[in-house]
């Protein structure tokens, strides 16, 4: 009787997205398992992710799912314990101190430079990249490049810090097209190796450092795809770290996913699985910590770019999906499956956002254009 009523809540409510359980389009779910139902309504989105990476259900387009899902809202009508004990841990302690810096550069950037190297393009950048007027996932990430560093309007000689520099992929794009120096940090043994082979040849220094350790000037910085790492308690140190460290008339880019409302941590799915002791920051956060500290000068918003990325990544994991499995378990694949799907489906639905913001530290003098 009790699952019975589990089954008819949620058929109920996933009704109200145009989502049939075992229905014949290719968004519906084929549940396998009808534990299934408890997991969802009892654990929200952990009992969701978990139960798939289980295999208690399937669904042919996971993005469309969760785009419906989550247009329609159903997401706030189910709660969970582990959501509740999320929050109250995100008040309450800061998950990303300096000692928990590593953390996700072990767990996550760590798990394997070969999974990287299928899924992302031929410069390795793991953040949303822009598809104004290009096709292909490369030309996407270049036209990023060049949106950040036009935006920066770098010039010869620059010194520049990239905060989160990944695989080095912008790194040595800014020095081989830009004339600049780069100095990149990343918390991840593994990228850091990697980005040194790329980037041997070019005036870039990978460090392999938390941002709190940062040393000397630069006359532009930027941080792509990394501030979701930094934490509401630190929002405030980490803008007055960019300030110290920023020449009288540099400007600063801040690329980064950003929430739709301000929060203290991420999902508990995503937390155990994806990314630990991450968040996504709000308009509101981000405002109030850079207030006093730097002149906001633009912000960009253009959220849906990536759906098209998260979907092209997908796209070459199931390419490379042969080669992979000789590495990863099934469980890991659908693991890897649910997470960049449903992160498509939910900057679709508009549920998450994209935005690049730039910052100067005095103000930019005289009128100028911000390139789009």
């Known amino acids: 009787m009790e699952d019975f009523f589990f089954r008819r809540k949620l058929q109920h409510l996933l009704t109200e997205a145009g989502v049939t359980v075992n229905g014949p389009e290719a968004w519906d779910i084929t549940v396998h398992d009808n534990r299934f139902y408890r997991r969802v309504l009892t654990e929200a989105h952990l009992g969701t992710g978990e139960s798939y990476m289980d295999g208690w259900w399937d669904c042919e387009l996971l993005d469309e799912f969760f785009y419906r899902v989550l247009r329609a809202g159903i997401e706030k009508k189910v709660s969970g314990i582990p959501r509740l004990l999320n929050g109250v841990a995100g008040k309450l302690l800061n998950l990303q101190n300096p000692a928990r810096a590593y953390t996700v550069g072990v767990t996550h950037y760590n798990i394997g430079n070969d999974l990287y190297a299928a899924m992302l393009d031929r410069r390795m950048m793991y953040s949303c990249a822009y598809w104004k007027n290009v096709s292909t996932l490369d030309e996407a990430q270049e036209r990023k490049l060049r949106l950040v560093f036009d935006k920066l309007m770098l010039k010869p000689g620059m010194q520049v810090l990239d905060i989160g520099c990944g695989w080095g992929g912008a790194a040595r794009f800014a020095a081989e097209h830009y004339g600049v120096q780069v100095t990149g940090l ?11 082979e ?9 460090k392999l450092m938390d941002y709190r350790a940062i040393q000397g000037n630069f006359d532009r910085i930027y941080s792509i795809g990394m501030f979701e790492h930094v934490g509401h308690k630190n929002y405030r140190n980490y803008f007055k770290i960019v300030r110290k ?16 409302r301000s929060g203290s941590n991420t999902d508990p799915w995503t937390s155990k699985y994806i990314f630990p002791n991450s968040m996504l920051p709000s308009a509101n956060q981000i405002t109030a910590a850079a207030e006093g500290e ?22 070459n994991i199931e390419k490379n999906q042969a080669t992979l499995s000789a590495t990863y378990s099934e469980r890991f694949q659908r693991m890897w499956r649910y997470y960049l799907l449903s992160a498509a489906g939910s900057f679709r639905a508009r549920n998450v956002q994209l935005w690049q913001i730039l910052y100067s530290k005095k103000g930019i003098e005289g009128r100028f254009e911000i390139a789009r």
């Not at 990343?186 to 040194?196: D, K, N």
């Not at 460290?245 to 739709?260: E, K, M, R």
């Open 186 to 196: 990343t918390i991840s043994s593994e990228q850091a190796r990697l980005a040194r």
């Open 198 to 206: 790329h980037c041997q040849q070019w005036p870039v220094e990978i």
């Open 245 to 260: 460290h920023l020449v009288p008339d540099g400007l600063f880019l801040l690329h980064t996913i950003g929430s739709n």
């Open 294 to 315: 730097l002149m906001l000068e633009d912000w960009h918003s253009f959220g849906h770019d990536y759906y098209h990325t998260l979907k092209a990544w997908n796209s």
